[in-house]
């Protein structure tokens, strides 16, 4: 069986002495888990993290990736960069870069193709805001979103890690109920399978206020295969909660 893949979002939180403390904590107490696990934190703790988390069972994600392979972008990050930290995932196309610094598809979709070629596992965000979810437009926009992933980088798609964020549901305490989240999960996976012959292999992951008390329903429904934490990543015990409830 395909192992869950439970990943934390660190987004720009965090310091020397956080990190340390955060993942020594979560080290601690993890035991033998049943999933596959990562933190993606801020770009520049890459390095402390990297040995922080070397020889162990998690593994290093980082928040985005430069969508150009190397030269005069001014602040940007390549994926051959990433590499040499030990990066094994890379978060790209959250609704937070979509919204704040104007990413669109098309520029999610190369950033996906970028990782992919320094053999970096991309996870792909989509989802919809509020005002789209009540215009009846959620199947819409996510398909509009992972068409565009799959458009670019064909038959690599069975390579990638999607998830599925509704935005209204990012940092509100206001989750999607399982149902909402596995019927969009549903969707995906229809549409991926449609793509590749290996579609029952990606993992979808749910993500939006994720916490200890509801991850274990919302990991229970067939098509939700992990997490992808915000909030709850930066407490040690609330992780290791829900790393508890993958198997
Ligand atoms: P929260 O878990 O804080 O809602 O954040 C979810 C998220 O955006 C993970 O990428």
């Not at 998690?58 to 928040?63: G, H, S, T, V």
């Not at 985005?64 to 392979?69: G, L």
């Not at 067939?222 to 930066?234: E, K, M, N, T």
Request: aromatic content about 4%.
């Amino acid at each position: 069986m395909k192992k869950k893949l439970i990943a934390g979002n660190w987004k720009m939180n965090g310091s020397l002495a956080a990190n340390d403390k955060l993942l020594k904590d979560i080290l601690v107490g993890v035991g033998q888990a049943a999933c596959q696990m990562a933190v993606g934190v801020p770009a520049v703790y890459l390095s402390q993290c990297q040995a922080l988390l070397a020889g162990t069972a998690i593994d290093l994600a980082a928040q985005d990736i430069s969508a150009h392979e190397v030269g005069a972008y001014t602040g940007e990050i390549s994926g051959a960069m990433l590499k040499e930290f030990g990066v094994r995932y890379v978060i790209v196309g959250h609704s937070e870069r979509r919204q704040y610094h104007g990413e669109t598809d098309e520029v999610v979709a190369l950033k996906a193709q970028r990782a992919l070629g320094c053999g970096i596992t991309p996870i792909v965000c989509v989802g919809e805001t509020l005002a789209e979810r009540e215009a009846g437009k959620t199947d819409e926009v996510v398909k509009r979103q992972l068409a565009a992933v799959i458009h670019t980088n064909g038959h690599c798609i069975s390579e990638v890690v999607v998830a599925y964020e509704p935005v209204w549901a990012i940092g509100t305490g206001k989750t999607a109920t399982p149902e909402m989240a596995q019927q969009v999960h549903a969707v995906l996976r229809a549409q991926l399978k449609a793509a590749s012959d290996h579609a029952d292999r990606i993992k979808l992951l749910y993500g939006g206020s994720m916490n200890a008390a509801n991850a274990a329903s919302l990991l229970a429904q067939p098509d939700i295969d992990g997490g992808l934490i915000g909030g709850a990543a930066l407490k040690a015990q609330d992780f290791l909660t829900i790393i508890a409830a993958a198997h």
